[in-house]
């Protein structure tokens, strides 16, 4: 049985709403026209029939605000998540991290919600706005009714089951063959996930390694407290994601970690200190030195931790 598995729930959420975009379709009728000019401004207009032309039928803040607590949940849960062979809004959430998770969902449901009631209450100044905006290109018909665009935000969410037969819907022939082939993406997932583990913690380390060490001038590069933030939250959360138990990672975390703070004071030491920055650099070298053979000891095809 992959500990993998046993350690992780898999969890899809999708933040469901209406696009804000349609298709013009009245360009092959030459109403909407493209041109294109060279460097010495002669115009030439190519095949309308070959151009799909889509307008934004509206624009409002709160349209803006609810994809960006989608955008924002998926950044927050990709760092307390391990990175798995599943699509692209399934989570694989470690067992201890859940109830966070939960919490969190749950406030960020809420807003969502409230962002989606704010944009229904401006919706017919949006469509003012719009008709202005886009003269003869309005379109009465492409917006739908205000209890139809309400109707459209909605936060989808499965926790994935994968119980035994009696307890699940499923019976043990169809469980045991599922399972099987379940174990068998986990059982590969694991190598891949402990080097992508690695790789995300090389990436830190190698960042501020190299923001450490001068320019060819001998100037110092800007340090961002974005930066060490980012690695403090990776060490942080690491032992709680760490669950392969990766012992070799673990102690270079540890090593790594104890020569990071993310206050003010150390920030200051980065920014004004040379010893403080050499110090550091030198120790981020020689974890870095010991993670390189870690990392390329794994499979090649490694989860990336970055966004799509």
């Known amino acids: ?14 933040f469901h709403r209406p696009g804000c975009h349609r298709q013009e379709r009245r360009t092959k009728t030459g109403e909407v026209e493209v041109r294109m000019a060279d460097a010495n401004g002669n115009e030439s207009k190519p095949d309308q029939s070959q151009l799909r032309v889509t307008k934004r039928i509206f624009k409002h803040a709160a349209y803006k605000a609810a994809a960006d607590i989608d955008h924002k949940l998926d950044c927050w849960l990709k760092n307390r998540s391990l990175p798995s ?19 969190r969902l749950r406030s960020d449901k809420i807003e969502y919600e409230a962002k989606a009631d704010e944009l229904i209450l401006a919706y017919e100044g949006a469509k003012d706005e719009a008709r202005g905006r886009l003269k003869e290109l309005y379109r009465e018909e492409d917006y739908p009714s205000p209890e139809r665009l309400r109707a459209a935000f909605w936060v989808e969410q499965k926790l994935f089951d994968f119980s035994p037969a009696g307890e699940g819907k499923l019976s043990e022939a ?12 986990m059982d590969e997932a694991e190598t891949e996930v402990k080097v992508a583990l690695r790789q995300a913690c090389l990436d ?10 001068p320019k060819a001038d001998g100037k ?3 340090i961002f407290q974005s930066t060490v933030d980012k690695m403090v939250e990776f060490f942080d959360l690491f032992d ?8 070799e990672l673990k102690k270079l975390v540890g090593k790594a970690k104890s020569f990071v703070r993310g206050d003010e004071l150390f920030i200051e030491g980065l920014k004004n200190s040379d ?3 050499e110090m550091v650099r030198t120790r981020m070298e020689e974890v870095k030195e010991k993670l ?5 000891e794994g499979p090649r095809r490694a989860i990336s931790f970055e966004e799509d």
Request: with cysteine.
């Open 1 to 14: 049985m992959s500990k993998l598995f046993d350690e992780t729930v898999c969890l899809g959420i999708t």
């Open 85 to 103: 062979p599943l699509k692209r809004g399934t989570h694989l959430i470690p067992v201890k991290m859940l109830d966070e998770v939960y919490e």
């Open 174 to 185: 169809i469980y045991k063959e599922e399972r099987q082939k379940w174990n068998g993406i």
């Open 204 to 213: 830190l380390v190698s960042h501020l390694s190299d923001i450490l060490t």
């Open 220 to 222: 110092k590069k800007r």
């Open 240 to 247: 709680k994601r760490n669950v392969l138990n990766d012992d």
């Open 275 to 277: 010893d403080i920055r």
């Open 292 to 296: 390189i053979p870690l990392v390329e």
